[in-house]
Nanobody, 119 residues
């Protein structure tokens, strides 16, 4: 089992920045990867970015250059730095952790944190 606790959401003006944090209940080294997904009202949850314990990162193509994922393995925490935010980035952002192998994955989710981009 993995518990995930997110923080850092809020209201920001277009063009602003936010940093989300996600603390895991166990070492990142015991996880296959951690990442972020988001879900806007009326839309399906979509992939944002993820990172392995070795530091390899992957991003949704549409978000490359504006969002950056990083980790502090000592704190078992993953961050999502979001810059140049747009109203269409408004969503609930969920932290995700994966265990196991590609053929047998378990997914764990945080409770979500609201990000609202509005003037």
């Amino acid at each position: 089992q993995v518990q995930l606790v997110e923080s850092g959401g809020g209201l920001v003006q277009p063009g602003g920045s936010l940093r989300l944090s996600c603390a895991a209940s166990r070492s990142i080294f015991s996880l296959a990867m951690m990442g972020w997904y988001r879900q806007a009202p009326g839309k399906q949850r979509e992939f944002v970015a993820d990172i392995t314990s070795g530091g390899y990162t992957n991003y949704a193509d549409s978000l490359k250059g504006r969002f950056t994922i990083s980790s502090d393995n000592g704190k078992s925490t993953v961050y999502l730095q979001m810059n140049s935010l747009k109203p269409e980035d408004t969503a609930v952002y969920y932290c995700n952790a994966k265990t196991g192998t590609p053929r047998s994955r378990d997914n764990y989710w945080g409770q979500g944190t609201q990000v609202t981009v509005s003037s």
